[in-house]
């Protein structure tokens, strides 16, 4: 008999889309992907490829970005961004508590933590697009097998939501790339949002 509770399904999207950003270069946490398909033997068992395996291509994969100059700087100022955002949550933190404690300069504080927020931003916001720009066009000629291994496993969880008839059509996919069998774009990246959503045919 099919599962067909929620945590099952939601496992299922988790791997799916945590497979799916590896093909642009996001990194994923081995240890929840692990845990879940010890927790799930039927996923597991599905696989086409064994986790040790895929594990192995995932890591080669993520290493892709180190084989041009422009992309490393891009992680660099990744990296920065990260830095920076935290610098402005912790900063916004003490000048409101220094805020509701009376002190003056509070106010200017905040004011002149949103130049540095901005600019956190567009950094994030540039180097996200340049790391996933090269990998969509290099990868198919820097890591043809590993590339197809990801696309064959995240085509195999996607036939196993397609067995649980309520999934269909209902179940939303949040996606770097399209070229999946057996699903439909429900909207497009927007200023909001830089992946597809999709569902389930």
């Known amino acids: ?10 496992d ?9 950003g590896v093909r642009v270069g996001y990194g994923v946490n081995f240890k929840t ?9 039927r996923i597991e068992e599905t696989l086409p490829y064994k986790f040790k395996a895929l594990k192995r291509d995932i890591e080669e994969m993520l290493l892709l970005v180190y084989k041009d100059k422009r992309v490393v700087k891009a992680l660099k100022h990744l990296r920065i961004s990260l830095f920076l955002h935290r610098f402005v949550f912790f900063t916004l933190m003490f000048s409101l508590i220094a805020l509701l ?8 504080i905040v004011f002149l933590v949103f130049p540095i927020l901005y600019i956190a931003v567009f950094l994030k ?5 340049i790391i996933r720009t090269f990998y969509i066009n290099n990868r198919g000629k820097l890591a043809p097998g590993k590339d197809r291994k990801l696309r064959e496993t995240i085509n195999r969880l996607i036939d196993l939501l397609r067995e649980i008839e309520w999934a ?6 949040r996606l770097y790339n ?21 569902v389930v045919v």
């Open 33 to 41: 992907i692990e845990k879940i398909l010890s927790n799930r033997r």
């Open 12 to 20: 299922i999207v988790r791997l799916i889309e945590y497979f799916d």
């Open 178 to 198: 399209t070229d999946y069998n057996n699903i439909r774009i429900v909207k497009k990246p927007g200023f909001f949002r830089d992946y597809f959503v999709a």
């Open 168 to 173: 269909r059509g209902y179940i939303k996919l």
């Open 125 to 129: 916001t540039r180097s996200l697009v």
């Open 101 to 108: 404690m009376g002190v003056v300069i509070s106010p200017i």
């Open 1 to 10: 008999m099919i599962p067909v509770d929620r945590g099952y399904v939601r």
